[in-house]
């Protein structure tokens, strides 16, 4: 889902708009792929009789309960996350019902440095941390999905900004 234009003040227009790296959902899914037919599995051994519906049904609903935890809520905050960079600032959001974020004003960006271990670099990912003036100084932008390319983009973006005029 793309970020909402109505949000954007006039003359801004969005440069980079992203989600977490999907390598976040590796755990969801390998989860998915061993809950799933554990439950089936379990299900099938339940022995016949008066019990074996309601003991069926406990053992979906249980595999149910661990999916959502599992699966459902790391898949919503990864969908709900956005990283946007626009020719004005930096917004984050994260949230479906309760909602919050922080922006960045391009102008404010004092310095922005990235780090990804060995899986990040091969996947491409990792770790931005743009620090800014004034009283919240820091903002940590977890598994950026093209980090060195994002971190160079805002660097630019903040240069520009800056020989504009401000």
């Known amino acids: 889902m793309a970020y909402p234009r109505r949000l954007l003040a006039n003359g801004e227009r969005v440069e980079l708009d992203l989600h977490p790296h999907v390598r976040v959902l590796f755990g969801p899914v390998l989860a ?14 339940i022995p016949e009789g008066d019990a074996q519906g309601p003991a069926r ?3 979906a609903v249980l595999a149910l309960a661990v999916l959502v ?5 790391p898949f919503l905050r990864w969908v709900t996350t956005h990283y946007v960079v626009t020719n004005r600032r930096l917004i984050t959001r994260h949230g479906l019902v309760a909602r919050s974020g922080r922006d960045v004003p391009l102008s404010r960006i004092t310095d922005v440095s990235f780090s990804h271990g060995l899986v990040e670099r091969v996947l491409g990912c990792g770790t931005l ?8 100084g820091q903002v940590v932008l977890a598994d950026v ?12 973006l903040a240069d520009d900004l ?3 005029g401000g």
């Open 57 to 59: 049904v406990v053992v």
């Open 162 to 164: 800056e020989w504009a």
């Open 32 to 45: 998915l792929l061993l809950v799933v037919p554990l439950a089936a599995y379990a299900a099938a051994r």
């Open 69 to 73: 935890v599992t699966v459902l809520r």
């Open 129 to 136: 941390v743009v620090e800014s003036a004034g009283e919240r």
């Open 145 to 156: 999905p093209r980090v060195e390319a994002v971190q160079r983009r805002l660097h630019q």
